[in-house]
């Protein structure tokens, strides 16, 4: 079964500098999708930025990137200019191509605490 | 990319009694999920809601207590029988299409009480 897991339980980082959050994962498989999801206060789960594996290029949105090593199974995601707004839990998520499998993974979350 | 309308939005319920709650799609998905979350915790799969057939459950969650219908591509329920204090959480319901790269979409989740 594919595991994600999310190392940093707290990140901080100042108004306007630049944080990167890290997941790794586990799988057999060679074609998968990788996802950055935000949770502010609200409850609401927030699609930040997506990867398809089978794409070397990484994927950007914004201020949003991410750090796509698949053979090390390494996805984190960077967020340059942090904004006050951007202060969530972050979970990274794993959803396999498998017809039979389609269902979204989730790390840990990290909760990122941005300072004024 | 789907909408979801998830209700209701919170209860406090007495032990021994069920809740069900809704997912309203604003257009048809293939795919449609249960999840559970403790406050400032990750989510936990349920189950997948499986259009006209029995949901597929997750190890550790049964249908007895965690019954799931889901009667056509846009609609789907959960219902949490026989409360118990240990059920309080929050529960969200996701859904999305089978191809693409897509994220799936999630309700805006419903807090449960159980006193």
């Known amino acids: 079964a594919q595991t994600v897991t999310q190392s940093q339980p707290e990140m901080s980082v100042q108004e306007a500098e630049t944080v990167t959050l890290s997941c790794t994962y586990d799988t057999s498989e060679s074609d998968y999708y990788l996802f950055w999801y935000k949770q502010p206060p609200s409850r609401q789960m927030i699609l930040v930025i997506r990867q398809e594996a089978y794409k070397q290029q990484n994927a950007t949105e914004n201020r949003f990137s991410v750090n796509f090593q698949k053979a090390a199974k390494s996805f984190s995601l960077k967020i340059s200019d942090s904004q006050l707004g951007d202060a969530a839990m972050y979970f990274c998520a794993y959803r396999s191509q498998l017809y039979n499998n389609n269902d979204m993974r989730f790390g840990a979350g990290t909760r990122l605490t941005v300072k004024p | 990319s789907a909408v979801i309308s998830q209700k209701p939005s919170r209860d406090i319920c007495q032990r021994g009694t069920s809740l069900t709650i809704q997912c309203q799609v604003d257009?048809?998905?293939?795919?449609m999920f249960w999840y559970r979350q403790q406050p400032g915790q990750s989510l936990t799969l349920i189950a997948t809601a499986n259009q006209g057939s029995e949901a597929t459950y997750e190890s550790g969650f049964v249908i007895d207590k965690f019954p799931i219908s889901r009667p056509n591509l846009t609609f789907s329920t959960l219902t949490v029988s026989n409360m118990s204090p240990e059920d309080s959480s929050i529960y969200l319901c996701?859904?999305?299409?089978?191809?693409?790269?897509?994220?799936?979409?999630f309700g805006s989740g419903t807090r449960l009480t159980v006193v």
């Open positions: 996701s859904a999305g299409r089978l191809q693409g790269d897509y994220g799936y979409t």
């Open positions: 257009s048809q998905v293939t795919m």
